[in-house]
């Protein structure tokens, strides 16, 4: 019987590392693109809230509803489960806050937790 003796073999332990990590940055780099576009969402929903709100019939509800309403739309699933909206006259304002957690989609990564507020001027009756 012939004995194999050498290297034969060693690179595919530094092999399988290496696509692992690549691996594992490229998801990470997925959930970053996820987050920043939940963010422009929420963003965006909080200024529909606003205006909606802003309208002189209008109430608070009015702007969460159309809030969640964008919110449903575009940032649906597991993504937009955490987003909690609030709406409140603040003068003559109308102000619509959140505050958002993206959960982290690998366990050693932190959660991203973050507030966003949006105004519109309230109209005034005449």
Known sequence: MK???????????????????VLVFFVL?????AWQYGRGVVRSALDEGAR?????????RTCEERAHD?????????L???VDV???NEGDEIVARARV???SWLPP?????????ATAVKEQLP
């Open 52 to 60: 909606a709100g802003a309208v002189a019939s209008a109430d608070p």
């Open 3 to 21: 004995r194999r003796t050498g290297e034969t073999g060693s690179t595919l332990p530094a092999y399988v590392l290496g696509v692992a990590t």
């Open 29 to 33: 780099l997925l959930q970053f693109v």
């Open 109 to 117: 990564t932190p959660d991203w937790t973050f507030a966003v507020a």
């Open 80 to 82: 937009g489960r955490e």
């Open 101 to 103: 957690t993206f959960r």
């Open 70 to 78: 964008v919110l449903a739309d575009l940032l649906a699933g597991r």
């Open 86 to 88: 609030t709406c409140a």
